[in-house]
């Protein structure tokens, strides 16, 4: 089993619709979580970063993570066409420097 | 599934000298590798393309003379710090593109210049 696992997709869904985007993981020693948008030809850019369990809000973004259950999740609200990317996820154990990601999903809003 | 690698996972070195950081694909091969750095809770920078057989395109802002990069094998891209000093310190990250597949990043090293 990998450590993070990530459907690549590709995800359509129509623009103004809650996007949902999924991790799991099998190491129960990660604790810092990550999500990175990737647009087309760019660096990931850091979207959210949570520290064990629970739920963190920015703005139209929702990242909540279940430590119990090993997975993470990353929501989008009023999803816009703007938001059309990949989103990659992100773990790392405290204390060690390695991260690891996942495959990325691809995500289209459709107008 | 697609694998990257990278070592050292994590070097410290002291000022003014070169360290050398080795970005592989273990099963599949890459004409194309990506190098990025990243500071603290911040995005990824993207540094250079690594091409292989050929010279590494830079981003604007990317001293290249600093950076050496060089895609040896389908297989293999190193980025060399040369004389490193404490403001290169960062996590840099390397990934590569398997054919018809999305990105994969390897797991990263962290520079501590002293």
């Known amino acids: 089993q990998k450590e993070v696992e990530q459907d690549p997709g590709p995800l359509s869904v129509p623009e103004g619709a809650i996007v949902s985007l999924n991790c799991t993981y099998s190491?129960?020693?990660?604790?810092?979580f990550m999500w990175y948008r990737q647009y087309s030809r760019k660096g990931p850019e850091l979207l959210m970063y949570?520290?064990?369990?629970g739920n963190k809000e920015d703005g139209r973004f929702t990242a909540q993570v279940d430590k119990s259950s090993k997975y993470i999740s990353l929501f989008i609200r009023d999803s816009q066409p703007s938001d059309s990317a990949t989103y990659l996820c992100?773990?790392?154990?405290?204390?060690?420097?390695?991260?690891?990601f996942g495959k990325g999903t691809r995500l289209h809003i459709l107008p | 599934g697609a694998v990257v690698s990278q070592h050292p996972s994590r070097v410290i070195c002291k000022s003014g000298t070169s360290v050398k950081i080795e970005c592989r694909s273990l099963?599949?091969?890459?004409?194309?590798m990506f190098w990025y750095r990243q500071f603290p809770k911040k995005s990824l920078m993207l540094m250079a393309t690594?091409?292989?057989?050929?010279?590494?395109?830079?981003e604007q802002g990317v001293e290249k003379d600093k950076f050496l990069i060089n895609h040896a094998s389908l297989t293999l891209s190193t980025l060399t710090v040369t004389s490193a000093h404490p403001e290169d310190s960062s996590f840099y990250i390397c990934?590569?593109?398997?054919?018809?597949?999305?990105?994969?990043f390897g797991p990263g090293t962290r520079l501590t210049v002293l």
């Open positions: 990934s590569a593109i398997p054919p018809g597949a999305s990105e994969f």
């Open positions: 099963d599949f091969q890459a004409t194309t």
């Open positions: 992100a773990m790392s154990v405290k204390g060690d420097d390695k991260i690891i």
């Open positions: 190491n129960s020693a990660f604790q810092y």
């Open positions: 949570t520290y064990s369990s």
């Open positions: 690594s091409n292989e057989g050929s010279k590494a395109t830079y």
